[in-house]
């Protein structure tokens, strides 16, 4: 148990000492997410410690982790990028990973979507419809690819949305692995995900290294940011930046700004007692999104593409 007194001070930084306490991972995050899912998900359902109506959310997502975990652990050994790319992007202040860095899984991502989508109730999937170039028009224009198979089949766009983000995870999720160390003692400093450029999904507080840590649910990476500041408008004027929290949810809070009316939900580590997994803590707290949305609050949104725009 650490004194929480002495970890309010934020830190100066690494230091240069890989043996020193101030030490910390300024990019880190969850190596084997799939496996973890479905380990902590197996333990949620056998405990049963949840409202009703969240079964059948939690039996879908195990559904649909299984099939990555499965597609996961046989996937071909393909080198993606090369680090100096991925470095340079890093530098210039953009995501070491873009979707089209992953072209070369093509033959692989339309079976995958086709197995999710199966799993996931649809009609048995057209694969003329789907198409062996699947991948590059969800790489195109997402909206559009949406469209077309929409009109040529039933099914809905939710589903479908849902088939691609999980096919496109498991190639990502490799890819952030292996090169995330190479970034750890690196400053990021935006709100979306240094990775991959997705907004974060939830926070957490760490009572280790009294940091406090956003985190991506596509690729699992977790990256520093300021405890007192808004990921999605840069807001860090402490009055209007607040938190709440409930009572049958110990070890989460959720985040609130007053300047851009948006929360994120955050976990505290040390009450949680387990390891934060976005997915899962986030859909395991959905009621606390209730009770931000009925007190006029959304879900923060931030992505790489949204800062261009
Ligand atoms: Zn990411
Ligand atoms: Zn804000």
Redesign the pocket.
């Known amino acids: 148990m650490q004194d929480s007194g002495k970890n309010n001070k934020e830190k100066p930084g690494a230091s240069t000492d890989p043996l020193s306490p101030e030490r910390f991972p300024r990019i880190t995050g969850i190596q084997k997410p799939f496996e973890l899912i479905l380990n902590s998900l197996d333990d949620i359902l056998k405990k049963g410690s949840y409202w009703e109506e969240l079964k059948e959310i939690l039996d879908s997502c195990r559904t649909i982790v299984e099939i990555q975990l499965k597609h996961a652990e046989s996937l071909p050994e393909l080198s993606v990028i090369t680090n100096e790319i991925v470095r340079e992007r890093f530098d210039g202040n953009t995501?070491a990973l873009r979707k089209e860095d992953f072209l070369v899984y093509e033959s692989e991502f339309t079976p995958l979507v086709k197995d999710i989508l199966l799993a996931m109730g649809a009609a048995e999937p057209d694969t003329e419809t789907l198409g062996d170039d699947l991948l590059k028009r969800f790489i195109g224009n997402a909206g559009e690819l949406l469209d077309e198979i929409i009109e040529s089949t039933n099914i809905d766009d939710e589903t479908l949305l849902i088939g691609l983000n999980s096919a496109y995870q498991v190639f990502?999720v490799n890819a952030?692995a292996q090169i995330r160390d190479d970034f750890e003692q690196d400053v990021w400093e935006n709100g979306f995900?240094?990775?991959?450029?997705?907004g974060p999904e939830m926070g957490r507080i760490s009572t280790r290294d009294g940091h406090y840590y956003l985190s991506?649910a596509?690729?699992?990476?977790e990256w520093t940011y300021p405890r007192i500041g808004c990921p999605f408008c840069g807001n860090d004027n402490h009055s209007e930046l607040a938190y709440f929290e409930a009572e049958e949810y110990k070890g989460y809070r959720v985040n609130i700004c007053r300047k851009c009316n948006s929360y994120i939900k955050a976990t505290i580590e040390d009450d949680l007692n387990r390891r934060h997994i976005p997915v899962l803590d986030a859909l395991y707290t959905l009621e606390l999104d209730s009770s931000a949305t009925s007190e006029g609050f959304h879900h923060g949104e931030i992505s790489f593409s949204g800062i261009d725009s």
């Open positions: 995501p990502l952030a995900c240094p990775i991959c450029g997705t991506c596509l690729c699992f990476t």
